[in-house]
Every structure is written in structure tokens, then in C-alpha cells.
């Protein structure tokens, strides 16, 4: 057996390992941090993993034209935006700046490969699966062991949500609300389903995820409990009524979670919050004078009287934009919830560099550099990279990379809308309703948050969602439905002409 064909005999393998080492990657990076060693060794672990991802698919590919043809474009889409960067700063730091490149397209990268190792072994769509199942446990166990030994770093300051040993908050509610679902649907199509063990590998995987989005403490991560639970339960009924009573279970299971909603950690911070920003907004409405009559007054008058509250609240933006910028980008607010909306703030600051770049229109096409995002002020360092990923992809690499991102993105989404559209019969199926779940969830929370598309270790689960978008619609083999099974065609009769 020559290499090749070793390669690809194995890659279902390759592809579970891939995926099963990522929360290990994660919990190294995090005690890196923690010891305050350098950065710069995880990276270059993630660059190994994705340079071996890269070179395994290569050498099996019959069509190693797409891997050039996807190097091209990306390396024709950087060199523009390098080009734009150092038009505005002939010091551009562009070390860095590469490296967060590297991070946005690794999503593309992995689908191709991904999609590569599909088409080259039959058992890759199971050890894709396997892969995100043993990822999913690894993080609960992490989770748990974090906490049972008091080292738990808590998802919010206020030592609320289980967040495990793991950096970003946003990327761990989008692993745990995009695996469980898929990892369910998964379970839900063994052909030893039915034997005790593994409906008890079921249920415990169920309840040991919906608790830890529930002790995790986010919003998004709550909506996953629901989205899973729910989704599913539909998923049941449309496809085997005779298990109605698993249906049953995941609704009863999401009506008592919404019934904890009041009483949940979430909410729990989310009062605290809301009690401490009702404090601050007292405090703020002190520095404000005539505060009633503020629609009535002039510009000059309502900067003047705006003045302390932001030097207080928005120091930061006061001391880069100036008084009149900042309340003008603010819209004379003294609302204390719109200081602190980090992530407006923040694509607020990414709009402002646009139309302060020397040339607007070519910023807009091909993105800013990173380390302008980057300010050092009197508060000290502030980082105003934006937390929407979309939005950030803009922000960074303009109109081009935005418009390329959406339409590589926007080909899987059109695969999963024409194969509903063609035959919905055949293509919906429990693996396909499990991983519409999880890809929703993936896209809600790059939307909402920057814990997808620019955090490797989110955005190699969304290239496994994507790549399995492309097997279930292109490569998967369905059985013929029987005859009994398909839906009556009716046809229009034709009348019979009269003599």
C-alpha cells in the first residue's frame, strides 16, 4: 500500500484526532496565560496543527487545483489589504496582522480539507462525529475538574457561570451550544440505539450538557439549551412518531429550564448587573445639570453639561475623539447602558478609523490594520477590536474580505435550502436537522459575539459543520424510499373534449 492510499485509509482517524485535540490546545493556552509564558508557543502549535491539516489533505487530493485556486484568492485578498495598510502607516506592523489573518481564513481552509478527506474515505462522516462527541466530553470533564479543585476562572469577574479551564467566554458558549446537538443527532441514528447502554449515554449526554450551558451563565448559552431540547424533540416527531416519548422528555426538559429562567446564574448576574448600572445611573444623572430640559439646549449648552459625566463614563473616547466628537458618535446620551455596551462602542471606534483613514474609499475595500485597534491612553492600554465577528471581518479586511467570507459561507447555506427544495424527504434526516441546529447556533454567536471566526478553536468545529453540509447534500449515498413510503403524485386530469 503505497502512501497515499495509507493517508487516505486512515483519515477518518486523522480527522477525529484533529477535532478531539482542541480543547486540549485550549486548556494549554489558558495555563500559558496563566504562567505568563509566551504566546507565541501556542500559535505556533495551532499553525503545526493547521499546516499538518493542510499538507495530509493535499497529498490525497485528486483536485489540487481547488487548494491553489484557494491559496490565490487568499493570498491575493492580504497582499491588498497589506498593500492599503502601508499606504496609511509605512510602519505597518504587519507580523501580527498576518497572524489574525491567518486565524480568519483557517475556517475555509479546514472545509476544503475537510471536505477532501470526506471524498477519500467513507468513514470519515463517523470520525467527524466521534471527534466532536469525545471534544464535548473532554470540555465537560474540564469543566467539572475545574471546579471540584477551586481553579475555575468563572465565566463573569463576579465569580458567576462554570467556564472551565478555557480563555474566551464566547467561543465556549458557541463549542457547547454547536456540539451538543450534533453529538445527539449522532447517538440518535446508531443502529444499537435502543440497547440500554447507549440510551443511557444518551440521556447522560443530554443532561450533562443542557446543566453545564445552564451553570455556564450566558444568554446565547441558555438559548442552546432550548435550541437543542426543542429542535430535536421536533426533529423526533417528524421522523419516527413511535418515539414520541424521547420528544416528550426534551420538551418537558425545556419547559423546566424556561421555568428556571428566573431563578437561573444567568439571571442572577443579569440582576447584579442591572442593580449596579441602576446605582451608576443615579450618579450619572448628579453630574448632569437641567437634565430635563437637555433637548432644549443648544450644542454649546449640552456639551458643557454633558462634560463631567463623560470625562467619567467615556474618558477614553473623550481623550481620542475630543467632547464634541464622543457625544456627537454617542448621540448626547446619559444613559449609562450605552457606555457600556462594549460591543457598540467598539464598531463605533472601527467606523471613526474608517473615515479617519487618508483614504477612505481604499480602507472600506481592503480593511485597517489590526494594531490600530490598539490605542494607549491616560487609562492605559484599550483594545477597541471589534467583538462581532462579521463586523470585524469589515473592520479589518473591507468590503473584499467581508463579501468573499459571506460567499464561501453562503454556498453551504444555498446547499442545505436546494436540498430541502428538491427532495426534502430524502435529505432531512436526524444528522441533518442535529447539524442545522449547530450550524444556526454557530452563526447566531459569530454574528453576536467574536468567538467564532477568529478563534481557532471555534471555527475548526464550524469547517466540520460546513464539511458535513457538503457530505450529506453532495456525497451521501440515501437509500431509495420504498413505494408504500412516498407520497401519492396527483395528476391533473384532463377533460375529456365534448363532440
Known amino acids: 500500500m503505497n502512501l497515499k492510499a495509507k493517508l487516505s485509509s486512515n483519515a477518518h482517524i486523522f480527522i477525529a484526532f484533529i477535532l478531539f485535540i482542541q480543547p486540549i490546545m485550549n486548556v494549554i493556552s489558558y495555563w500559558f496565560t496563566e504562567w505568563s509564558m509566551p504566546s507565541s508557543i501556542t500559535l505556533l502549535m495551532r499553525l503545526g496543527v493547521l499546516f499538518i491539516t493542510v499538507l495530509y489533505s493535499f497529498s490525497i487530493s485528486e483536485k489540487k487545483n481547488i487548494y491553489f485556486a484557494m491559496s490565490a484568492i487568499m493570498i491575493a485578498v492580504y497582499a491588498l489589504h497589506a498593500i492599503v495598510c502601508f499606504i496609511e502607516n509605512s510602519e505597518f506592523a504587519i507580523v501580527g496582522d498576518l497572524s489574525n489573518y491567518i486565524r480568519v481564513i483557517q475556517m475555509p481552509v479546514c472545509v476544503i480539507c475537510f471536505i477532501t478527506l470526506f471524498k477519500h ?165 448628579e453630574k448632569v445639570e437641567e437634565l430635563e430640559v437637555l433637548d432644549k439646549m443648544t450644542k454649546k449648552e449640552k456639551i458643557k453639561n454633558l462634560s463631567p459625566l463623560y470625562a467619567w463614563k467615556a474618558a477614553d473616547f473623550v481623550e481620542i475623539f475630543g467632547y464634541e466628537r464622543t457625544m456627537e458618535l454617542f448621540d448626547y446620551t446619559t444613559d449609562i447602558y450605552d457606555f457600556t455596551d462594549i460591543r457598540e462602542k467598539k464598531i463605533m471606534f472601527g467606523e471613526c478609523l474608517m473615515e479617519d483613514s487618508s483614504n477612505e474609499f481604499l480602507s472600506r475595500l481592503f480593511g485597517l490594520e489590526l494594531a490600530r485597534f490598539t490605542v494607549n491612553t491616560q487609562q492605559g492600554e484599550m483594545i477597541y477590536d471589534v467583538e462581532n465577528d462579521f463586523h470585524g471581518i469589515y473592520y479589518l479586511y473591507g468590503i473584499t474580505g467581508l463579501v468573499a467570507y459571506l460567499i464561501f459561507l453562503g454556498y453551504f447555506i444555498y446547499l442545505v435550502i436546494w436540498a430541502l427544495w428538491k427532495n426534502a424527504a430524502k435529505y432531512f434526516t436526524m444528522e441533518a436537522g442535529s447539524m442545522g441546529i449547530g450550524l444556526v447556533m454557530c452563526l447566531i454567536h459569530a454574528y453576536l459575539t467574536a468567538g467564532v471566526l477568529r478563534r481557532p478553536d471555534a471555527s475548526i468545529f464550524l469547517s466540520a459543520l460546513l464539511a458535513i453540509v457538503y457530505y450529506l447534500v453532495k456525497l451521501k449515498e440515501y437509500p431509495d424510499i420504498p413505494k408504500k413510503e412516498r407520497k401519492p403524485k396527483f395528476r391533473r386530469l384532463k377533460a375529456k373534449r365534448r363532440v
Open 121 to 285: 474515505n467513507g468513514k470519515t462522516y463517523q470520525g467527524i462525529q466521534f471527534g466532536i462527541t469525545a471534544a464535548l466530553i473532554l470540555i465537560y470533564v474540564v469543566m467539572i475538574v475545574s471546579t471540584l479543585t477551586g481553579t475555575d476562572p468563572h465565566t463573569y469577574t463576579d465569580g458567576k457561570g462554570m467556564l472551565g479551564w478555557f480563555n474566551n467566554t464566547n467561543t465556549q458558549s458557541a463549542n457547547l451550544s454547536t456540539l451538543l446537538p450534533l453529538s445527539l443527532g449522532w447517538q440518535l441514528t446508531w443502529k444499537n440505539k435502543k440497547k440500554p447502554a447507549c440510551q443511557i449515554l444518551f440521556w447522560a449526554t443530554v443532561v450533562t450538557g443542557f446543566l453545564a450551558m445552564y451553570y455556564f451563565c450566558t444568554r446565547l448559552a441558555y438559548l442552546g439549551i432550548i435550541a437543542a431540547s426543542v429542535g430535536l424533540g421536533v426533529i423526533i416527531l417528524i421522523l419516527n412518531r413511535k418515539e414520541w416519548i424521547k420528544s416528550a422528555v426534551l420538551f418537558a426538559l425545556a419547559i423546566l429550564f424556561v421555568v428556571l429562567l428566573p431563578v437561573s446564574p444567568m439571571m442572577d448576574h443579569k440582576d447584579n448587573d442591572d442593580e449596579w448600572q441602576g446605582k451608576v445611573q443615579g450618579w450619572a444623572d
